[in-house]
């Protein structure tokens, strides 16, 4: 349905039923992770909670795990929270490390840390979408 929702339609497949039960499953999501956030803070502001700076992070976690797959910005989150613990002591340099961190990945991982893993090792936890195989390519042609 992702690449081609025609040939998803081909199929049988209720598309747009499909992409509103994506939709409420991943806002729910959304809402049960907010919901845990604002519980667990002290007091509640719209800029405590709702600042640039959560934006800046979860862009920080994409980049570094790597977007276009489900298990990087899982990577990502470890990753960030272990730069998090260990930088932590640095103060007003946590964050220059962490921009310089972002901006090295952005540059020699334009993939993320999981899409240099698969490149390599061809390794998936959720093995969604489709792949070609080169013995089916070759087994096509007449």
């Known amino acids: 349905m992702r690449d081609d929702e025609t040939a998803a339609r081909s199929i049988g497949v209720n598309v747009s039923t499909a992409k509103?039960?994506?939709?409420?499953?991943?806002?729910?999501?959304?809402?049960?992770?907010g919901g845990l956030l604002v519980?667990?803070?002290?007091?509640?502001?719209?800029d405590a909670i709702?600042?640039?700076?959560?934006?800046?992070?979860?862009?920080?976690?994409?980049?570094?795990?790597?977007i276009g797959y489900i298990e990087g910005?899982?990577?990502?989150?470890?990753?960030?929270?272990?730069?998090?613990q260990v930088f932590s002591d640095y103060g007003v340099w946590y964050l220059v490390l962490l921009g310089a961190i972002a901006i090295g990945a952005a540059i020699w991982l334009p993939r993320g840390?999981?899409?240099?893993?698969?490149?390599?090792?061809?390794?998936?936890?959720?093995?969604?979408?489709?792949?070609v195989s080169r013995l089916h390519r070759e087994s096509a042609t007449p």
């Open 20 to 33: 509103r039960l994506v939709y409420l499953a991943s806002a729910a999501g959304c809402g049960a992770t």
């Open 39 to 46: 519980v667990s803070s002290l007091n509640v502001q719209p």
């Open 50 to 66: 709702f600042s640039v700076q959560w934006s800046a992070y979860m862009i920080f976690i994409v980049i570094i795990g790597g």
């Open 73 to 84: 910005p899982i990577l990502g989150a470890i990753v960030f929270f272990t730069l998090q």
């Open 113 to 131: 840390l999981w899409g240099a893993l698969v490149s390599r090792r061809n390794v998936r936890l959720f093995p969604v979408g489709y792949t």
